[in-house]
């Protein structure tokens, strides 16, 4: 089998999952929300991480059955969560270019949200930015259909490519998340300028990829609000998300 057909085999029979990573107040240390990261129970080659099957689900189009899955598992397990008397967590899914694109990115969500009972509020998608700097009058279309929905926009991995901050500022998002690359090799007064530039078109700031406590410190200095990282906690599967609030609480 080719891995394009194996991730069409995978997709029937269900061999996708998602972990959870948590999203951190720096102010209160308290858990926010999670990242749902995708992750493939191969039959023969055990647990397959995104790397390995996204680029290719990307070309081919398997991105479009695959993300759908994403979404739904993510509000099936918020649903999950709720039953178990943890109340609405709020989970955010990563959505691909393709996924972005296609007409039916909308109704796949609007459809997992009744399915499961899950109010939109505690949805979230994560979008990267070259995605929305390709083609920035179609993605404000698709941005505010999606924010009429009641869901929250993030922009992920913000800083990764060519940045134009003063230019994304104008789309209509919730939530910028700094890329990881740029929070460990930029300047402390580089970091600052981005959180404070992106608190003042009210956007909320994430700080990807916090590994140590130095960075916690220093993060937390300049006012970013969440943080999310190794220094937390590495994505969990979604049984062991219990404890780990416990744990947080
Ligand atoms: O968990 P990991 O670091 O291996 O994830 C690597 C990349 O795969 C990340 O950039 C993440 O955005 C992407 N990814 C993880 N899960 C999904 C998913 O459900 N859908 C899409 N489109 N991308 C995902
Ligand atoms: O592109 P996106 O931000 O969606 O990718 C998230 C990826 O980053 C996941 O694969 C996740 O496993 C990884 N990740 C999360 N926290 C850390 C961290 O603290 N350090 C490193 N190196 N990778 C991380
Ligand atoms: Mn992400
Ligand atoms: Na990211």
């Known amino acids: 089998l080719t891995l394009e057909q194996s991730i069409r085999v995978g997709i029937s029979r269900h061999e996708f999952f998602l972990n959870y990573q948590p999203k951190v107040d720096l102010q209160t240390e308290k858990i926010v929300g999670f990242e749902a990261l995708m992750r493939w129970r191969h039959p023969s080659k055990g647990i397959v991480l995104p790397g390995e099957f996204i680029p290719v689900a ?13 979404i739904e598992m993510a509000c099936s397990q918020m649903q999950r969560w709720h039953q178990a008397g943890l109340g609405w967590i709020p989970v955010a899914v990563n959505v691909s270019a393709r996924q972005f694109n296609s007409d039916h990115l909308v109704k796949d969500i609007l459809a997992a949200l009744a399915k499961y009972g899950v109010p939109s509020s505690v949805l979230e998608v994560e979008l990267t930015e070259s995605l929305v700097m390709d083609d920035p009058v179609i993605a404000e279309t698709i941005l ?8 929250k926009i993030s922009i992920d991995d913000f800083g990764a490519g060519h940045s134009s901050l003063a230019s994304l500022m104008h789309y209509s998002v919730d939530c910028l998340k700094i890329d990881r690359a740029f929070i460990q090799n930029s300047s402390t007064e580089i970091i600052r300028a981005v959180i404070s530039l992106a608190k003042s078109f009210d956007l909320q700031v994430v700080a990807e990829g916090v590994e140590t406590s130095t960075q916690r410190d220093m993060l937390k200095g300049l006012s970013c609000e969440i943080a999310q990282g190794y220094f937390y906690s590495m994505p969990v599967t979604a049984e062991e998300v219990p404890d780990l609030l416990l744990k947080f609480s």
């Not at 505010?144 to 869901?151: C, D, F, H, Q, S």
């Open 58 to 70: 990307e070309t081919t189009g398997l991105i479009l059955p695959l993300g759908r899955q994403a």
């Open 144 to 151: 505010l259909e999606l924010r009429a929905i009641g869901i």
